[in-house]
């Protein structure tokens, strides 16, 4: 029985199809795909006649070069996500001692009792609208109904005083608004005035700045306003509202 005549057939087309297709997509495979022709090569080569050294020396050469190419290509994948991570920085480092407004629930009162410029931002008219200020801990310290509100943005005017008339320690503070219907409420978007502290890289790519205690991307910033310097010979004025209508006096709910 001639071995040779019976086997060789299926191994040879099998071999021939496996190099074949090696060959037409060696360009645009991967480490594993390309392995994985390798070895299917290999296992179907005939064994009366098995694969020239000097063909799978090459083979492995190519293995062993797309690896390095494939690291190579990470690389600069990696230098370009770095490079605009830090363009994303350095175009926002301007910012930082500018005063901002942002989207952001977190603010802090100072050692003095200051509290920032706080906002509500409807997006629609609501009927009736309930306003908490959080501790650190997550408890309402203070608790207001504002009744009705027209879409836009509304300016909130919170003297830093706790439910019981005391002042609010120095620290950090979450501002939450929701539009209450019956048993139904839906989130209100808040906006809070600060000072631009620093500016960081995110991990993927983008940068975020620092005003008090939050943490905002660049697109969450609304307004960017010029900081006043002092003049010594110029007159105290009072001053006056930035933004319009505040919403004065704040009722608060019985029992907060």
């Known amino acids: 029985m001639d071995i ?4 060789a057939p299926g191994t040879t087309a099998a071999t021939s199809a496996a190099s074949a297709a090696a060959n037409r997509d060696r360009t645009t495979l991967g480490q594993d795909e390309f392995m994985r022709m390798l070895i299917t090569q290999l296992e179907h080569q005939d064994p009366l006649e098995p694969q020239d050294p000097t ?23 990696g230098l370009r996500s770095d490079e605009g991570a830090f363009s994303d920085v350095a175009s926002l480092a301007g910012l930082v001692g500018r005063d901002v407004v942002i989207r952001s629930s977190m603010f802090e009162v100072d050692a003095g009792g ?3 410029g706080l906002e509500l931002d409807l997006a629609a008219p609501a ?9 650190a801990a997550g408890i309402p310290v203070r608790t207001f109904d504002l009744g009705s509100l027209s879409s836009g943005r509304h300016a909130l005017a919170w003297d830093g005083l706790a439910s019981d008339g005391t002042p609010v320690p120095p620290g950090t503070y979450e501002l939450r608004a929701e539009s209450v219907s019956g048993a ?3 989130r209100l978007e808040t906006l809070v005035h600060g000072t631009v502290d620093a500016v960081e890289p995110l991990a993927g790519g983008g940068a975020s700045i620092t005003v008090g205690p939050a943490h905002a991307a660049s697109d969450a910033i609304v ?34």
Do not use: M
């Not at 040779?4 to 086997?7: D, I, L, T």
């Open 4 to 7: 040779q005549s019976a086997s």
């Open 55 to 77: 063909e799978f020396t090459a083979q492995l050469a190519q293995f062993s070069t797309l690896e390095q190419l494939t690291k190579i290509r990470e690389g600069i994948d």
């Open 114 to 116: 200051a509290v920032p």
């Open 223 to 256: 307004e960017v306003r010029r900081t006043p310097e002092p003049v010594a010979s110029a007159p105290a004025v009072a001053a006056t509202p930035v933004l319009a209508p505040a919403v004065e006096p704040l009722t608060e709910i019985a029992g907060s």
């Open 184 to 186: 139904n409420s839906t």
């Open 127 to 135: 009927e009736a609208v309930r306003v908490r200020v959080l501790n």
